[in-house]
C-alpha cells in the first residue's frame, strides 16, 4: 500500500512540475501594464477604451496564473509533508480521480461544492 502510494504522488509530483513550469512560462510571458501609454496625436476614445481593457485583462490574467502557481506550490508543499490527497476541510481522502484531473486539489468534491455554493450565494448577496 505504501509503494503505491509512493508512486501515486511522484506520478502527482510530476504533473505538478509539469503544469507549474507551463504557468511560469505563461505569467512571464504576460506582462500587466496598468498605464495607458499616450502619443502626441488625438486619442480616439475605443482606443483608449480598449488599451485600458487589455491592461486590466492581463493584470487578472497575471494574477489567476499566479494564485494557480501558489495552489501548485502548496500541492508540492503537501506531498513533501506527507498530507497531500488529504481534504484541508472534512480531512478525508480525495479521491485518486480527483488528484490524477486536478493534482493540485485541496479539497474533496465534497467540500468544493460546499464551497463553491457559499461563494456563489455570497455573491448572490453582495449583488442583491
Same mark, same amino acid.
Request: glycine letters at 4%.
Given at each position: 500500500?505504501?509503494?503505491?502510494?509512493?508512486?501515486?504522488?511522484?506520478?502527482?509530483?510530476?504533473?505538478?512540475?509539469?503544469?507549474?513550469?507551463?504557468?511560469?512560462?505563461?505569467?512571464?510571458?504576460?506582462?500587466?501594464?496598468?498605464?495607458?501609454?499616450? @502619443? @502626441?496625436?488625438?486619442?480616439?476614445?475605443?482606443?483608449?477604451? +480598449?488599451?485600458?481593457?487589455?491592461?486590466?485583462?492581463?493584470?487578472? +490574467?497575471?494574477?489567476?496564473?499566479?494564485?494557480?502557481?501558489?495552489? +501548485?506550490?502548496?500541492?508540492?508543499?503537501?506531498?513533501?509533508?506527507?498530507?497531500?490527497?488529504?481534504?484541508? @476541510?472534512?480531512?478525508?481522502? +480525495?479521491?485518486?480521480?480527483?488528484?490524477?484531473?486536478?493534482?493540485?486539489?485541496?479539497?474533496?468534491? @465534497?467540500?468544493?461544492?460546499?464551497?463553491?455554493?457559499?461563494?456563489?450565494?455570497?455573491?448572490?448577496?453582495?449583488?442583491?
Amino acid at each position: 500500500m505504501k509503494t503505491t502510494i509512493d508512486r501515486n504522488h511522484q506520478v502527482a509530483r510530476k504533473a505538478l512540475l509539469q503544469k507549474s513550469a507551463v504557468l511560469l512560462q505563461a505569467v512571464n510571458g504576460v506582462q500587466p501594464s496598468t498605464v495607458v501609454e499616450y @502619443d @502626441d496625436r488625438p486619442a480616439d476614445e475605443f482606443e483608449l477604451a +480598449i488599451a485600458q481593457q487589455t491592461a486590466v485583462a492581463s493584470t487578472q +490574467i497575471s494574477n489567476g496564473l499566479k494564485f494557480e502557481l501558489e495552489r +501548485i506550490e502548496r500541492a508540492l508543499h503537501r506531498i513533501e509533508s506527507g498530507s497531500y490527497g488529504i481534504c484541508m @476541510d472534512c480531512e478525508v481522502s +480525495i479521491a485518486p480521480k480527483r488528484l490524477k484531473a486536478r493534482p493540485e486539489a485541496e479539497l474533496c468534491v @465534497d467540500c468544493q461544492e460546499a464551497q463553491e455554493f457559499m461563494q456563489r450565494a455570497s455573491r448572490r448577496l453582495v449583488s442583491a
